[in-house]
């Protein structure tokens, strides 16, 4: 576990910090924040997808070979970002840099998680992954810290500059340290079923983005959603088909295995495209500044990082059920809480806000990783939390798209109320659905 939380630390830190810089990039670019929100999720869902095939990479050339290959992408797309000259060439940037830390992130998470698994016993496991997901979820908090200060004072390019620094000592502390391992299988990449996936999902979020905005025919619109649930329809097909698809049919028919992803998706739908709207109400509504927001926000991941440790203890004692209904319960009340603040401009509400959505989502991410985890056989381990790591992910990028469309362009009280609510429906549709866990775990 050491050895593997120091990288997914540093990936899933660089994925997020932009976040708070959407604003900012949307006005320096001349595009709306709908498109200019595309330099987070469209990272996200590259990473997604990659993070899928990552793994396999490192099966077929090597995990070190993969992961270098993967580090030196990196050290060259980062700094580019920030030298970008439109907002098209950002997200295509961006997109590289999650194919990036996509792969990277499958060599290391899905075999990092199978092995924090395999490494203790059932009666202890959700406590492993509890300290896992609390160690990961500090991350977020210093990349909202850093990032925040940095794109204050000197602004959002300085940010790329700073992780393209980063990424560079990332590459050299890799190849002196990461040794050769793997490599040498013959096993199938599902590349259709990553461009279907990938491209769907891009088309429907594009069509949202487009939906009313001026000049853009609500037929566009609807024709690009439509493409997407096409591709999405094909997806399933190919993976019906192909030996080792991305998302396995059969597993996704495993009651304890399938109700917990789609939990954590719609729990990370409302949780990330939190993250992403909440700098906003924290400049548009409340007056404050972006370097003094963002030192506020860290008081969620870090809550979330408590939680998630806790959550390890927690999961026993209440059940595989009760857990994420509790945990998805208060994640629907902070966003209300949100939505408050947002209609009256109240720091209190707010802080109430950030502490109740991290408390909540914090104690049921241990529980519903253990619980999908504990489905299926420990020999499938790697391949299930790459599925689940893929669907989330999905999950993320959707909730962060989705509410970022909602606000608008001309964010008020009213729209980011809406946007907030939005979280808290797709909140107490995942307390629906943990209602159908079963609570009687394996062992």
């Given at each position: 576990m050491a050895a593997i939380v120091p990288?997914?630390?540093?990936v899933s830190m660089s994925l997020t910090v932009i976040a708070v810089a959407v604003g900012d990039i949307a006005r320096d670019l001349d595009t709306g924040t709908g498109a200019a929100s595309w330099t987070v999720t469209g990272a996200i869902l590259a990473s997604?997808?990659?993070?899928s095939l990552g793994g396999k990479f490192g099966d077929?050339?090597?995990?070190?070979?993969?992961?270098?290959?993967?580090?030196v992408m990196l050290v060259v797309v980062t700094p580019l970002s920030g030298l970008a000259w439109s907002i098209e060439s950002l997200i295509g940037f961006r997109v590289a840099a999650g194919v990036a830390n996509g792969v990277a992130n499958g060599v290391a998470t899905a075999a990092g998680t199978a092995m924090v698994l395999l490494a203790f016993p059932i009666s202890t496991r959700s406590r492993a992954i509890g300290w896992y997901q609390s160690a990961l979820s500090g991350a977020p908090a210093i990349g909202l810290i850093v990032g925040g200060q940095i794109v204050e004072q000197f602004g959002w390019r300085w940010v790329f500059a700073f992780f393209g620094v980063i990424a560079v000592v990332g590459l050299v502390?890799?190849?002196a340290v990461v040794r050769p391992m793997g490599g040498g299988l013959e096993v199938s990449i599902d590349y259709w079923g990553g461009l279907t996936l990938s491209a769907g999902v891009a088309l429907v979020l594009v069509g949202l983005t487009l939906l009313g905005n001026d000049g853009v025919g609500t037929s566009v619109s609807i024709v690009l959603m439509g493409g997407g649930v096409v591709l999405l329809a094909a997806f399933a097909r190919i993976e019906q088909r192909v030996p080792e698809p991305i998302i396995s049919m059969d597993y996704l028919r495993k009651r304890n295995f399938s109700i917990p992803i789609w939990v954590v998706t719609l729990a990370n739908f409302s949780f990330m495209g939190g993250?992403?709207?909440t700098p906003f109400l924290f400049t548009e509504r409340l007056g404050w500044g972006l370097g003094a927001a963002t030192l506020l926000l860290a008081v969620r991941p870090i809550t979330f990082s408590s939680c998630a440790f806790a959550g390890g203890y927690i999961h026993p004692r209440l059940g595989a059920r009760m857990t994420p209904v509790v945990g998805s319960s208060l994640l629907a009340v902070g966003m209300?809480?949100?939505?408050?603040?947002a209609w009256q401009a109240s720091l209190g509400w707010t802080v109430a806000g950030l502490f109740v959505?991290?408390?909540g989502h914090g104690i049921q991410l241990p529980s519903l990783t253990t619980t999908a985890s504990d489905a299926v056989e420990p020999e499938d381990y790697g391949v299930a939390s790459g599925m689940r790591g893929t669907l989330t992910?999905?999950?993320?990028?959707?909730?962060?798209?989705?509410?970022?469309?909602?606000i608008g362009t001309d964010i008020t009280g009213n729209s980011l109320a809406n946007s907030y609510l939005l979280g808290a429906a797709a909140a107490v549709l995942a307390v629906a659905l943990s209602l159908a866990i079963s609570p009687r775990p394996r062992y």
């Open positions: 990288v997914q630390f540093g997604a997808v990659s993070t077929i050339y090597g995990h070190r070979r993969a992961f270098l290959a993967a580090a502390t890799s190849a993250l992403v709207i209300v809480f949100f939505a408050l603040s959505v991290a408390i992910q999905v999950g993320v990028t959707t909730g962060m798209q989705t509410m970022v469309i909602v």
